[in-house]
């Protein structure tokens, strides 16, 4: 596809993004295991209940570290391994500020039906049942976008790219 006589670089297709996506929570776990060890030994934290609310705090800052930085940088592990590129609209790396808008604005994969469960005062299962639900729902819109993009990219400035090479 081309704007004017500058192609503009493939989205890659929405099942490689979503297997990138899955990918990326399992890396995640990792960083939460390290980083709530850290934080309970830093906090002497003998219940799991306890500082339960500064654990979620301290959790949602690393990970807004972890991916303000790689993606500052272009990649992930995860988008390494399936050949995703996150740019900005002319193709140029993040900069520090607008990889962390788009971390906060990824948190529309989950926020709304997490508010939605707070707000209603629904059991855990019941989230357990919307939040895939949202997801599925999210992803999906990201096909009514002109280019395929999920639509916090298109809210941030970015763009998730392919880097495969072009098959001729």
Known sequence: ???GAVPLPDT????RRMACWLYEGLLLFGVVFIAGYLFGTLSQTKNALDNRHALQAFIFVVFGIYFGWLWAKGQTLAMKTWHIRVTDLHGHQLTQVRAVVRYLLCWLWVLPPLLVSWRFQLS??????ILPGWVVIWALLS????????WHDALAGTQL????????
């Open 124 to 129: 855990g299962a019941e989230t357990l049942v």
């Open 161 to 168: 790219v392919s880097t495969q090479p072009r098959k001729t």
């Open 12 to 15: 890659p297709g929405l099942l």
């Open 143 to 150: 096909l009514l976008h002109p280019r395929r993009q999920f």
């Open 1 to 3: 596809m081309t704007v």
